[in-house]
């Protein structure tokens, strides 16, 4: 009971909050994901359709998972049995229980790679501006067997620990510092990449839309990419927000972090595509893109290699923060709806990853060959979570607070108690919940998985 009281005392501060919850977002869907799927899917056009699917679904979403996190102070799966017991809305949680799992087995092979990285760049291995020699880097890593899992385990464990330490002292006092530091540093490398010649044509390819690229396969990459960035669709919202005090001004957060979260993608992937062009890469690399790219940039810099060492440093540390909101989901859901301690819960999550994810690891050596549904495991648990697992959640958390909980509810918890006038917000918020979200995301769905036709 007492490991339950202590953690429901929560972020200790607003500043704590923000910090808390941007770490969740920010993450390598910033740094490696948006720009390889923005790489894949056609640049501009894209990120246009993203950006849509971002306010008019994602954020709605984040604001309907705060909502009930913070009225219910409770998990992912205890929160829809506290509002509506003995009905099957829990298997929405539940359903968020297995995303956690399922990302994270991806999650920390990409992870491991940058933690890699950061010694590799150190220790003097990335040191060229060749692109075959900074490709090569990359593959002897990821179609090895024992030095990917390594790194997979070492972040694990790291992950682990922090989480360990609890929500106070582990994940806010992480997060607060070194989000700011990696803002500044993504700045220098942004300057560093547009002073290329040649950098034009990486922009034009992230600002200048091109609207023939777009196919509904694309829209759905963009969705899936919105929930992922912003963490939702799965009860890691639901989950931090238990810990928001009540006096914070939910819809006002949810906007701060989604825009800042979004920044944050943008520079990365300023940071990266005109390096792209200048040095007669293909955008459409796909998972490689970052670590191919980067180092050529830092190479072509003075001072470049400490930089490059800085540059991975932080972004495995955005790379753990979302890990940690990762790790709570079914940390929060053992330790409450089961009332184990934290520790016997930590480490039953991270053995349980650490097996599932190894398959994610091995899908470029040992397992290349084994696939599911066409994909290797990798690409599986990528794929059926960003654009089948989240969405489908996405769905249902609209319409529960939408239908289920209620304008006069959604109210109350959105205005604090009435202490602040936002009726015309609660409003539109709920037509959006209603309808436009689950309708969206339905069609998208359907269309992109193949389903129905337009
Ligand atoms: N938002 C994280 C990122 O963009 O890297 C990934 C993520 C974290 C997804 C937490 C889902 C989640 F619950």
């Not at 894949?40 to 246009?48: M, P």
């Not at 993203?50 to 994602?58: F, P």
């Not at 890593?141 to 106070?168: C, D, H, K, N, R």
């Not at 753990?320 to 409450?336: D, F, K, N, Q, R």
């Amino acid at each position: 009971m007492q490991e339950i009281h202590s953690k429901r005392e929560g972020f200790s501060s607003s500043i704590g909050v923000i910090a808390a919850i941007l770490g969740s977002a920010v993450g390598l869907g910033n740094i490696w994901k948006f720009p390889y799927v923005t790489g894949v899917n056609g640049g501009a056009a894209f990120i246009l359709v993203y950006l849509l699917c971002l306010a008019l679904v994602g954020l709605p979403v984040m604001l309907a998972e705060h909502l009930l996190g913070r009225h219910t102070k409770a998990n992912a799966v205890g929160a829809f049995k506290a509002l509506q017991p003995g009905r099957p809305w829990f298997l929405v949680g539940g359903a968020g229980v297995l995303s956690a799992f399922l990302i994270m087995a991806f999650y920390t092979t990409v992870a491991g790679w940058v933690y890699s990285y950061i010694f590799k760049a150190a220790g003097g291995t990335l040191l060229s501006t060749k692109p075959e020699d900074t490709s090569l880097v990359f593959k002897t890593l990821v179609s090895g067997v024992s030095e990917p899992l390594f790194w997979q385990v070492f972040v694990l464990l790291v992950t682990g620990s922090i989480i360990m330490a609890g929500v106070t002292k582990g994940i806010e006092r992480v997060t607060k510092v070194l989000m700011p530091l990696l803002f500044i540093l993504l700045v220098v490398i942004d300057i560093r990449s547009l002073t290329l010649s040649g950098a034009g044509a990486g922009l034009s390819f992230l600002f200048k839309p091109d609207f023939s690229k777009i196919t509904v396969s694309v829209v759905l990459a963009a969705l899936g990419l919105a929930f992922f960035k912003l963490s939702v669709g799965m009860g890691a919202m639901i989950t931090y927000g238990s810990y928001v005090d009540k006096n914070e001004n939910l819809p006002k957060m949810a906007i701060k972090v989604a825009l800042a979260d979004t920044l944050v993608s943008l520079m990365a992937g300023v940071a990266i595509f005109p390096a792209v062009f200048a040095f007669g890469f293909k955008p459409d690399a796909g998972p490689k893109l970052l670590f191919i790219i980067i180092p050529t940039v830092f190479n072509s810099m003075p001072f470049g290699r400490v930089f490059m060492v800085l540059f991975f440093v932080l972004t495995a540390i955005a790379a753990t923060g979302a890990m940690l909101s990762l790790l709570e989901v079914p940390i929060a859901y053992l330790t409450e709806q089961y009332q184990w301690t934290r520790r016997n819960a930590t480490l039953l999550t991270i053995l349980g990853i650490a097996l599932l994810g190894s398959t994610a690891t091995l899908s470029n050596s040992l397992l290349a060959k084994v696939t599911l549904f066409d994909k290797t495991f990798f690409d599986f648990f990528d794929f059926a979570t960003s654009n089948v697992l989240l969405p489908l959640g996405g769905i249902f958390i609209a319409l529960f607070v939408g239908w289920q909980w209620g304008y006069a509810k959604v109210k109350q918890e959105m205005s604090n108690e009435g202490k602040l006038e936002n009726d015309g917000l609660v409003r539109v918020y709920m037509f959006l919940v209603k309808y436009v979200v689950p309708t969206a995301i339905a069609l998208v769905l359907l269309a992109g998985l193949n389903i129905i036709h337009f």
